[in-house]
Nanobody
Framework: QVLLVESGGGSVQAGGSLTVSCAASVITYISRCMAWFRQAAGKEREEVAA????????YYSDSVKGRFTISRDNAKKTVYLQMNSLKPEDTAMYYC????????????????WGQGTQVTVSS
């Protein structure tokens, strides 16, 4: 069983920064790609960032490229999303996700989700 627990969400003013974390408890963690998704009220869930098992490859959506950074500490089984220059449109529930094993980077299939952490950006 894979358990993903997000933390670090909160409220911040536009232009500020916030880092959310995802702690994973699974022995196959090192073989999984990890990602952060977000879902704003009334919108579909969006993959905003992903990272390969060793951290050598990353993906960012156009909406966050240049502002967000995904990273992972495999010794701690933790994934981070550092968010800078936050905008009101970044307001959403942020979810951590893990792929099936092994991860195929070009066809990532997520089968495990955390419960989410709320990020609210005020103008």
């Amino acid at each position: 069983q894979v358990l993903l627990v997000e933390s670090g969400g909160g409220s911040v003013q536009a232009g500020g920064s916030l880092t959310v974390s995802c702690a994973a408890s699974v022995i196959t963690y090192i073989s999984r790609c990890m990602a952060w998704f977000r879902q704003a009220a009334g919108k579909e869930r969006e993959e905003v960032a992903a990272i390969s098992p060793r951290g050598s490859t990353t993906y960012y959506s156009d909406s966050v490229k240049g502002r967000f950074t995904i990273s992972r500490d495999n010794a701690k089984k933790t994934v981070y999303l550092q968010m800078n220059s936050l905008k009101p449109e970044d307001t959403a529930m942020y979810y951590c996700a893990a792929t099936t094993v092994p991860c195929t980077w070009t066809r990532r299939e997520y089968n495990t989700w955390g419960q989410g952490t709320q990020v609210t950006v005020s103008s």
